[in-house]
C-alpha cells in the first residue's frame, strides 16, 4: 500500500484486501481526499451550480407553465441540458456512492483481460463517443416525432426526466455490473442471477424482442424510401460504397480508417447530388421509383445477404461510414438549433393529449406515450451495448458513470433535438404526413381536407401548401409518410435551409436526412440480425451441439434465414397492413424496447440486493416498477382493450364479425383480403404482445425472487454468492471525469513522473 | 496559427479515436508493453484478423 511522506497509509479503503504494487504511485484518489473535493463548496462553485438551477428552472417554467403564441427552441436546449447537468452531477453520484461503490485500485478487465484486440485500455474521452456511437442510433430520431401528436410538453418531460431516473440508471448499472464480470452479456447474467427459468425467458424475450426491433426499424426505412426515386438511388448506393471502402482497407490502404471514411463520405454526398439529378430524368424516375412492398422485399434478400457476407466486406465499412455520419449530424443539428433558434408553434398539451383515438398512434396518454418514446428516455436495447463491447474498454472503475450515465445523457439531448425539428414544421402539414394513407386519403387534396376537419387549434393547411413542400423537398408527395423519418427530415431541412442555403438546398438536406436515418438502420438491421443470428446458434446448440460451431455453414445459413424470415415476416405484415403498419406497429416495438429494459433492470436489481442495502435499492427498484407498470399496462390494453383502435383481439373481432356478415368493406379495410389481412395482422400482434408480456413477467418474478432472497440472507448473516470476477490489483491510472479534480491532477502528475519500464503494465498471462 | 493546427490534429486524433483507427498502434503498444518473443502482427495482418473477428463475435448496434 502506499505511503505519505510521514508514514501514514495512503488509502482508507482496506477492506478489498488488493495488495498493490509498492513500486507504483496509487491507482486511485485516496477516498478521504475524494470525499473532502466533494464536500467543499467554494463561492465560485455554488454560484456556477446557482445559475445552472436558475437557467434550467427558468427554461421548465417558460416550456411548462407560459401559454404564449409560441415557444423558443432554445429553451429546450437550455431545460435539458440544465436537468442533465444536475442528475450528472447529484443524482447519478447517489448511485456511484451507494450501489456501485466503483473501486479504482481494482483493474478492469481491459487491465487485467489485456489482449491488444478485444480488451483494450480506452481514453475515457474517447470512450465516450465511441460508447455513444454505439447506443445512438435512429430510434431517438423516431419515437420524439410520432409522439409530437399529444403536443410537446408530454414527450420533452418523459425524455428529461425519464433519462435522469431510469434510461441512464439502467445504462451505468448494466456497464458497471458487466465490467465487474469481465465484460459479460446481459444474457450469460441473468442466467447466473435469475437462474434458469429467469434466464432462459430473458433469452426468448430478448431475441423475440430483437426480430420486432429490426422489423420496425426497416419498415421505417421502406416507408421513407417509398415512391421516392431520390431516396431509393441515394440510399442504395450506400452499398456499392460501403463494398469500395471494405475493399480499400482490406487490400489497398489497412488501416487507414479515417482516410477511407473521408473518401466514403465524399462519395455519399455525391449520391445524395446525385440522386436529384437522376430522379429528374425519366428513366431513373422509372428505374427507381418502387412501392413499398418490393422495397420490403428487396430489404429482406438485402439484410439475408449483407448477414452471411464477411465483416469486412459490408458491416465493417458502412460502420465506420455510420459512426462518422452520426457525430456529424448531431453535432450539426444541436448547432443549427442554437443559431436558428426556432419558434414553435405546436401546443403543449394537443387535443390527442386527453384522448386515445389519435391518427398518429393510438391510445391514451398513459401508457402508451411511455413506450412511443423509448430509445432517448429509457432504451433495453443499450443494455445489450453495455454488457457488449464497452465495458471491456475502461480504463478505471470510476469512469463507469461518465460513461455509462453520460453517454445516455447525451442520446436523450439527440431526441430533444429530433422532438424540437420535428415540431417546429406546420402542425397541419405534421398530422398530414403522419397520418395513415387509410384516413388522409393520399392526396393532397383529401389530406388537406381531412387534416382541417381534424378541428385543430391553429390548423388550417392548403393543399397548394403540402404540394409546395413536396416540391420544395424534391418528392412527389410527402402525404402518409408514416414512421417519423420523412417528418424529421423536413423539420431538419426546414431549419438547415435558414441556416445554410436557403429553399434551394431544402431537397438536399432533406435527402440527407433520410440518407443518414437509412443509413442507421441498415447497421443495426444488419448486425441486429447477426447478434440474433448467434443468439439462435447458441441456443439450438444446447440441443444439436454441430449448431454452436459458428463457423459451420449450413448451421450459420439457416439461422440467418430464420431470423432474417422472421423479422421479413413483421416487415412485410407492416407494410401491406390496410391500418397503416407504423400506428399498429410502433406501440409494439416501444413495447418490446421497455419490456428489455425491465428485464435488464430486473438483473441489475438481483445484483444490488446483494450489494446494497436495502435503503438505497429504491434507485434500482423506481425505474422498474414504472418500465413494468407501462409496458405490462401497454399490452394488456392492446390485448384486452374493447376499442378496437387499441386492442389487437377487439380489431381482430370486429373485421371477424364484419367478414361473417358477409361485408365487403369496413372501416379502413376497403376489399375482401384487405379484411382477412386485418383479421390476420391483429391475430399475429396479439399473440407477440402475449407471448412479450408473459416472458417478462417471469423474468421480473425470478428477479424478485433472488432480490428477496439476497435480502433474507443478508439479514441471517449468510455470505452471498457472488458473481464478480476476482479483485486484481490495478497497475495504472486515470482521471474519472471530463475535467480532472485538482487531486486527481496531483495524481496523474505523479504518475507521469514514473520510469517509462515500470509505467506499462507487464500482463502475467504471456 | 500552430494552435489552431494543433486544436485540428487534436480533434482528428480524438475522432480517429471514437472510429477506432487507432486500433493498430494500440496493438503495438499492447505487444511491446506485455513482452511478447514473436514479432506482431503486420498492419495488414491485423486488421484482416480484426475484421475476421467480428464475423464470429458480432456486436450489435442500437437503435
Known amino acids: ?766 | 496559427m500552430n494552435t489552431i493546427l494543433e486544436g485540428f490534429r487534436g480533434f482528428a486524433r480524438y475522432f480517429g479515436g471514437v472510429m477506432g483507427a487507432d486500433a493498430y498502434a494500440k496493438y503495438l503498444e499492447h505487444h511491446e508493453a506485455s513482452g511478447h518473443e514473436d514479432a506482431p502482427m503486420s498492419e495488414r495482418e491485423f486488421w484482416r484478423d480484426h475484421t475476421d473477428r467480428q464475423d464470429s463475435n458480432p456486436q450489435g448496434r442500437c437503435c
Open chain 1, 1 to 766: 500500500m502506499g505511503k505519505m511522506p510521514d508514514g501514514k497509509a495512503r488509502t482508507v479503503i482496506t477492506e478489498d484486501a488488493l495488495v498493490p504494487d509498492p513500486k507504483l504511485p496509487p491507482t486511485s484518489v485516496d477516498e478521504a481526499v475524494l470525499e473532502a473535493e466533494e464536500r467543499k463548496w467554494t463561492p465560485a462553485k455554488i454560484a456556477i451550480w446557482a445559475a445552472i438551477s436558475l437557467l434550467g428552472g427558468v427554461s421548465w417554467f417558460m416550456l411548462a407553465i407560459i401559454r404564449g403564441e409560441t415557444v423558443n427552441a432554445i429553451w429546450f436546449v437550455f431545460a435539458s441540458v440544465c436537468t442533465y447537468l444536475i442528475g450528472y452531477r447529484f443524482y447519478s453520484k447517489v448511485i456511484e456512492r451507494y450501489i456501485t461503490r466503483p473501486n479504482d485500485r481494482r483493474a478492469t478487465p481491459a487491465e487485467y483481460k489485456a489482449d491488444g484486440k478485444d480488451y483494450v485500455r480506452t481514453d475515457r474521452n474517447v470512450l465516450f463517443g465511441h460508447h455513444f456511437a454505439a447506443i445512438a442510433g435512429a430510434g431517438p430520431l423516431v419515437g420524439p416525432v410520432i409522439a409530437a401528436q399529444m403536443g410537446y410538453l408530454p414527450g420533452t418531460i418523459w425524455i428529461i426526466i425519464g433519462v435522469v431516473l431510469a434510461g441512464a440508471v439502467q445504462d451505468y448499472l448494466v456497464l458497471f455490473f458487466s465490467m465487474r464480470r469481465g465484460g459479460r452479456s446481459l444474457g450469460q447474467m441473468a442466467r447466473e442471477e435469475l437462474g434458469v427459468i429467469g434466464g432462459t425467458a430473458a433469452l426468448i424475450a430478448t431475441l423475440l424482442i430483437m426480430v420486432i426491433i429490426v422489423a420496425i426499424l426497416a419498415l421505417v426505412v421502406v416507408n421513407a424510401l417509398g415512391e421516392s426515386p431520390w431516396g431509393v438511388f441515394s440510399v442504395g448506393m450506400t452499398i456499392p460504397i460501403a463494398l469500395f471502402m471494405g475493399v480499400y482497407l482490406r487490400f489497398l490502404r489497412p488501416g487507414k480508417v479515417m482516410e477511407v471514411s473521408l473518401i466514403g463520405f465524399v462519395l455519399l454526398m455525391a449520391a445524395i447530388i446525385g440522386g436529384g439529378i437522376v430522379a429528374e430524368t425519366e428513366w431513373g424516375a422509372a428505374f427507381f421509383t418502387l412501392d413499398k412492398v418490393t422495397i420490403a422485399w428487396g430489404l429482406i434478400v438485402y439484410g439475408f445477404i449483407a448477414a452471411i457476407l464477411p465483416v469486412w466486406l459490408l458491416l465493417a465499412p458502412r460502420d465506420y461510414l455510420s459512426t462518422f455520419m452520426k457525430i456529424g449530424v448531431i453535432v450539426m443539428l444541436a448547432l443549427a438549433i442554437i443559431v436558428v433558434r426556432p419558434e414553435i408553434t405546436v401546443p403543449a398539451f394537443s387535443e390527442f393529449a386527453s384522448r386515445e383515438n389519435g391518427p398518429v398512434f393510438p391510445g391514451a396518454l398513459f401508457p402508451f406515450l411511455f413506450v412511443t418514446i423509448a430509445c432517448g428516455a429509457l432504451s433495453g436495447f443499450h443494455a445489450l451495448i453495455s454488457s457488449g463491447t464497452t465495458p471491456k474498454l475502461i480504463e478505471k472503475e470510476r469512469q463507469t458513470r461518465l460513461i455509462g450515465y453520460g453517454g445516455m445523457l447525451m442520446e436523450s439531448f439527440v431526441a430533444i433535438m429530433a422532438l424540437v425539428a420535428a415540431i417546429s414544421i406546420d402542425r397541419g402539414l405534421y398530422f398530414a404526413m403522419n397520418s395513415p394513407a387509410a384516413l388522409t386519403g393520399g392526396t393532397v387534396q383529401t389530406a388537406a381536407t381531412w387534416v382541417n376537419s381534424l378541428g385543430l387549434a391553429g390548423v388550417n393547411i392548403t393543399p397548394d401548401f403540402l404540394a409546395e413542400t413536396a416540391r420544395n423537398v424534391g418528392e412527389e408527395s410527402i402525404v402518409s409518410r408514416t414512421g417519423g423519418a420523412p417528418t424529421l427530415a423536413v423539420g431538419l431541412a426546414h431549419i438547415m435551409q435558414q441556416f445554410i442555403g436557403g429553399t434551394a438546398m431544402m431537397a438536399f438536406w432533406y435527402h440527407f436526412a433520410i440518407m443518414f436515418e437509412a443509413l442507421f438502420i441498415l447497421t443495426a438491421v444488419d448486425a441486429g440480425t447477426r447478434v440474433a443470428r448467434f443468439m439462435l446458434q447458441d441456443s439450438i446448440g444446447n440441443f444439436i451441439p454441430k449448431f454452436k460451431e459458428h463457423s459451420w455453414r449450413p448451421g450459420a445459413w439457416l439461422c440467418t434465414a430464420v431470423m432474417v424470415g422472421a423479422w421479413g415476416l413483421v416487415l412485410l405484415m407492416g407494410v401491406t397492413d390496410p391500418l397503416g403498419g407504423i400506428n399498429t406497429l410502433f406501440p409494439l416495438f416501444g413495447i418490446a424496447n421497455q419490456l428489455l429494459a425491465a428485464i435488464a433492470l430486473s438483473v441489475c436489481l438481483a445484483i444490488a440486493a446483494r450489494r446494497a442495502s436495502f435503503k438505497y435499492l429504491w434507485i434500482v427498484a423506481l425505474p422498474l416498477a414504472f418500465a413494468a407498470v407501462v409496458t405490462i399496462t401497454a399490452s394488456f390494453q392492446k390485448i384486452f382493450s374493447p376499442v378496437p383502435a387499441v386492442g389487437y383481439f377487439a380489431n381482430n373481432a370486429a373485421f371477424s364479425k364484419a367478414l361473417a356478415d358477409g361485408k365487403t368493406e369496413f372501416g379502413t379495410a376497403k376489399t375482401v383480403a384487405a379484411m382477412e389481412a386485418v383479421v390476420r395482422n391483429t391475430m399475429i400482434q396479439g399473440w407477440l404482445s402475449v407471448i412479450f408480456v408473459v416472458l417478462s413477467i417471469i423474468v421480473i418474478i425470478t428477479a424478485m425472487v433472488a432480490t428477496a432472497k439476497a435480502l433474507r440472507n443478508a439479514r441471517q448473516g449468510i455470505a452471498h454468492t457472488d458473481h464478480e470476477d476476482p479483485a486484481v490489483p490495478s497497475r495504472a491510472y486515470a482521471p474519472s471525469g471530463f475535467i480532472p479534480t485538482p487531486a486527481e491532477r496531483e495524481l496523474v502528475a505523479e504518475w507521469n513522473k514514473l520510469p517509462a519500464d515500470l509505467r506499462l503494465e507487464k500482463s502475467a498471462h504471456h
